[in-house]
C-alpha cells in the first residue's frame, strides 16, 4: 500500500517568509510525528499526535511553528517568518496507534531559507 | 549531556565481520527503543525495536537492551557493504509528555 507522503519535496524560500509543509501519513496510522533533521545531525522531534488527544508540541523550537492534523489524518507544519537556521529536512512518520510501534518515515520536504 | 548518545563513528569493518553500534540514555522512565538505518539522502527505516531486557535477534541483527545500565546496543553479523548507512538509536519516553529522542547516528561503512 502506499506509504507516508510529504509534499513538497523541496521548498525554497525568502527569510521572513511563510512556508507550509504537508503530510499525508499511512492510511490507518492514528499516530503522526513531525520531526527536522539538519546537515548531518540526528532527528529532532517537532510534535506528535495521537488519535483525537491534544498533541504533545514539546519539541516546538518556537512559536513561530504551528502544526495542526484535520480528521486525524493530513497534517500540516506552518513556519511563519522563516528564518535561515530553520534550513533542514522536515521529516513526517506515522504508527499505526501508540508510540511502541514503528514508526514509518515520508521522504521529507527539503527546506532551504535564503 | 544529550539524552541519547551515539559514537559518531565512522565505524569501518570489513566485510564479514560483526559491526558493534552502541547507545546510551538518559532517561530512566525511557521505555521503548529502536534501531532505525538511514542511506544517504533517504529518511530512516526500522531495523529494530526492543521493549525489555536482554537480546532480541532478526536475521543478521541482534539488538540489546540493559536498562539498569541504560544502555542498548545493535549487532550487525557478516556485515555487507550494503549494510554501509548511519545507525540512529531512538529512545521513547513519556515523562513530561511523550517524546521520540533520537541520537545522532553512527556512520557505518563496511568494506569490501
Known amino acids: 500500500g502506499a506509504g507516508v507522503s510529504q509534499s513538497p519535496s523541496n521548498k525554497v524560500t525568502e527569510k521572513g517568509k511563510d512556508v507550509e509543509l504537508r503530510c499525508d501519513p499511512i492510511?490507518?496510522?492514528?499516530?503522526l510525528y513531525w520531526y527536522r533533521q539538519s546537515l548531518g545531525q540526528g532527528l529532532e522531534f517537532l510534535i506528535y499526535?495521537?488519535?483525537?488527544?491534544?498533541?504533545?508540541k514539546s519539541g516546538l523550537p518556537s512559536d513561530r511553528f504551528s502544526a495542526e492534523r484535520t480528521g486525524g489524518s493530513v497534517s500540516t507544519l506552518t513556519i511563519q517568518r522563516t528564518q535561515q537556521e530553520d534550513s533542514a529536512v522536515y521529516l513526517c512518520?506515522?504508527?499505526?496507534?501508540?508510540?511502541?510501534?514503528?514508526?514509518?518515515f515520508g521522504p521529507g520536504t527539503r527546506l532551504t531559507v535564503l | 549531556q544529550k539524552e541519547v548518545e551515539q559514537n559518531s563513528g565512522p565505524l569501518s569493518v570489513p566485510e564479514g565481520a560483526i559491526a558493534s553500534l552502541n547507545c546510551t540514555y538518559s532517561?530512566?522512565?525511557?521505555?521503548?527503543f529502536f534501531w532505525y538505518r538511514q542511506y544517504s539522502g533517504k529518511s530512516p527505516e526500522l531495523i529494530m525495536s526492543?521493549?525489555?531486557?536482554g537480546d532480541k535477534e532478526d536475521g543478521r541483527f541482534t539488538a540489546q537492551l540493559n536498562k539498569a545500565s541504560q544502555y542498548v546496543s545493535l549487532l550487525i553479523r557478516d556485515s555487507q557493504p550494503s549494510d554501509s548507512a548511519t545507525y540512529l538509536c531512538?529512545?521513547?519516553?513519556?515523562?513530561?509528555?511523550?517524546?521520540?529522542?533520537f541520537g545522532a547516528g553512527t556512520r557505518l561503512f563496511v568494506k569490501a
Open positions: 526492543i521493549y525489555s531486557n
Open positions: 532517561d530512566r522512565g525511557s521505555q521503548s
Open positions: 512518520a506515522s504508527s499505526f496507534s501508540s508510540a511502541t510501534d514503528t514508526q514509518y
Open positions: 499526535f495521537q488519535g483525537n488527544s491534544a498533541p504533545d
Open positions: 492510511s490507518g496510522h492514528t499516530a
Open positions: 531512538a529512545v521513547n519516553r513519556n515523562t513530561g509528555g511523550f517524546k521520540t529522542i
